[in-house]
Nanobody, 128 residues
């Protein structure tokens, strides 16, 4: 079973940028899609972005499309989320997770909805 640890959160002004990282361990990293999710205060956790195992497919929530970029480095077993043009509504705890099954594309991982286990999360606060 894969374990993930998120990092990189913080406080940023609206319009600013942050880069989140997720370190994974426990199995063959490059064969599994990975995803980023977030949970704002008082709201349910929601999908943000996903990337296929070899990095050739990505999928984004409409709310972050064009502002966030997901990437991965399979040599380091990490997945990153570059967040630009941040808005106050992006304030949330951000989590990453690994697909439970190998070889699915980013879109298929999202569609299946079996997102895997989350880490402890990293907090992002965007001030207006």
């Amino acid at each position: 079973q894969v374990q993930v640890v998120e990092s990189g959160g913080g406080l940023v002004q609206a319009g600013g940028s942050l880069r989140l990282s997720c370190a994974a361990s426990g199995r063959t990293f490059s064969t599994y899609a990975m995803g980023w999710f977030r949970q704002a205060p008082g709201k349910e956790r929601e999908f943000v972005a996903a990337i296929g195992g070899n990095g050739d497919s990505t999928f984004y929530a409409d709310s972050v499309k064009g502002r966030f970029t997901i990437s991965r480095d399979n040599t380091k077993s990490t997945v990153n989320l570059q967040m630009n043009k941040l808005k106050p509504e992006d304030t949330a705890v951000y989590y990453c997770a690994a697909d439970r099954k190998p070889y699915y594309s980013a879109a298929s991982y999202y569609t299946r909805g079996d997102f895997g286990s989350y880490g402890q999360g990293t907090s992002v606060t965007v001030s207006s």
